[in-house]
């Protein structure tokens, strides 16, 4: 049985952009916190954990433009130089980029697709209860009718 809304599983509104929010906030309050001793070494640890949370609770879509925010927030207050949108991003730089947005990507399609199939199944166990139920109520009123005749 194909199910169409499976894709409806995390609640709609805007609850999810904002609990992404404060989890970037978060996230760079902490990174902020470590600078020092992180220095321009994984700027984006505290993101890729934040957009991999929201994916969690709150799907794909949200996940993906938190890491849309988190990409220029990371790379401006926490990568050489500091504080700037240097145009010549280095070959160290990219490589960051495409790791952290790719195991983020990843990550938030596939627990996306866990949740699809897990609502899914519950929809389908609701479906069979109900089957079954009208299957025995359908047998109650033969049985009922046959006594009848």
Do not use: Q
């Not at 401006?76 to 240097?86: A, H």
Request: charged content about 20%; glycine content about 4%; some cysteine.
């Amino acid at each position: 049985m194909k199910i169409r809304n499976s894709r409806c599983w995390s609640k709609a509104g805007p609850e999810r952009y904002l609990a992404g929010i404060a989890g970037v906030c978060i996230a760079f309050a902490l990174r902020y916190v470590l600078h020092p001793v992180l220095h321009d070494d994984i700027p984006m640890l505290f993101f890729a954990i934040n957009c991999i949370v929201i994916a969690f609770f709150y799907g794909f879509w949200p996940s993906f433009w938190m890491l849309v925010v988190s990409i220029p927030i990371a790379f401006y207050f926490f990568v050489e130089p500091f504080k700037t949108f240097d145009p010549g991003l280095d070959k160290t730089d990219v490589f960051t980029l495409v790791v952290y947005s790719t195991l983020v990507g990843l990550a938030a399609v596939m627990l996306e697709l866990l949740h699809r199939e897990k609502y899914k199944s519950a929809l389908l166990v609701l479906v069979s209860d109900t089957r079954y139920r009208l299957l025995v109520e359908a047998d109650e009123d033969r049985r009922v009718a046959l006594k009848h005749k």
